[in-house]
């Protein structure tokens, strides 16, 4: 019975990750539609761009799956709980998020960022970190390949190396989601290169993990990510497999410009022309 019980789990769908149905937002101090019946719904093992023009939503968007606002109309299910029926606080822990304006003390050395991860804290609680956590934040700058950091200050790292502390800190959780909010913001090309590597590797190397990646440039998305999200004018105007989605007619109606689409060894890039007649 406990063979056929294990089979039969094995054999069941998995949950799913993110489920917006019908999910508007309205500003109700100037009731501005920032958000217009989105549906969307992401599974385990999954990896999302988030792409849009400034003002698209993309933000905001960001912020319902984080589960730090809820909808003005339609479902959000986060995790397998549905947003306004559940703690959010409890959900937020379960949930990695990475934005370069993130509130980091400077003088903290790496390893002790990412020591923070597993309080949840600005400061380090250094009383509730035993020999295990410390290990394994320590295990997690290997991963993101930061490990000569661990002693560094975080206000003298680069801001590729940010980054990447950023990430393992999120990661102290085990999160089954991962949110990136223009992680590449204000790189260079090695830094950028180097992160791109690093979001490919933790990837590979954590199967059930599923991202979601605003970016606004295509050539910071890395070799594995699957799917695409283009957002305009708080719609959706296409969703699904990055080869079905990243296309030039697509991004152009995106971002209202002519725009040539290339991929090479996996890794994606976009030339802008002209601005497209009538937008």
């Known amino acids: 019975m406990t063979g056929q019980t294990a089979n039969s789990r094995t054999n069941e769908p998995e949950a799913d990750v993110l489920r917006l149905q019908d999910v508007s937002v309205r500003r109700f101090t100037t009731d501005q539609l920032i958000l217009d019946g989105v549906d969307w719904t992401v599974r385990p093992g999954e990896h999302w761009a988030l792409l849009g023009a400034n003002g698209a939503g993309k933000t905001t968007l960001l912020r ?29 822990a379960r949930i990695g998020h990475v934005s370069p304006s993130q509130r980091v003390p400077q003088d903290l050395t790496a390893h ?51 980054a990447r502390i950023l990430i393992a800190r999120a990661l102290m959780a085990d999160p089954v989601l991962l949110l990136l909010d223009e992680p590449f913001n204000a790189l260079d090309l ?30 910071e998305l890395f070799q594995a990510v699957s799917h695409a999200l283009l957002l305009r004018e708080g719609r959706i105007l296409s969703r699904g497999p990055v080869d079905e989605v990243l296309t030039d007619s697509l991004l152009t109606g995106c971002f209202g410009r002519d725009i040539t689409v290339a991929r090479r060894d996996g890794r994606w890039s ?10």
Do not use: N
């Open 64 to 92: 319902l799956l984080g589960a730090l606002m809820h909808p003005t109309t339609g479902t959000v299910e986060v995790l397998g709980s549905r947003l306004g029926r559940v703690d959010v606080r409890e959900l937020r």
């Open 112 to 162: 002790a960022v990412v020591l923070t991860g597993h309080s949840g804290t600005v400061q380090p609680l250094w009383r509730t970190y035993d020999d295990e956590v410390r290990v394994r934040a320590r295990d997690l700058l290997i991963e993101l390949g930061v490990k000569e950091l661990a002693d560094r200050p975080y206000g003298v790292c680069s801001g590729g190396q940010r």
């Open 190 to 219: 090695p830094s950028r290169e180097d992160l791109v590597e690093a979001m490919h590797q933790l990837a590979e190397g954590r199967p059930q993990l599923a991202t979601v990646t605003v970016t606004h440039h295509l050539e």
């Open 270 to 279: 976009a030339f802008s022309g002209r601005r497209v007649s009538g937008t």
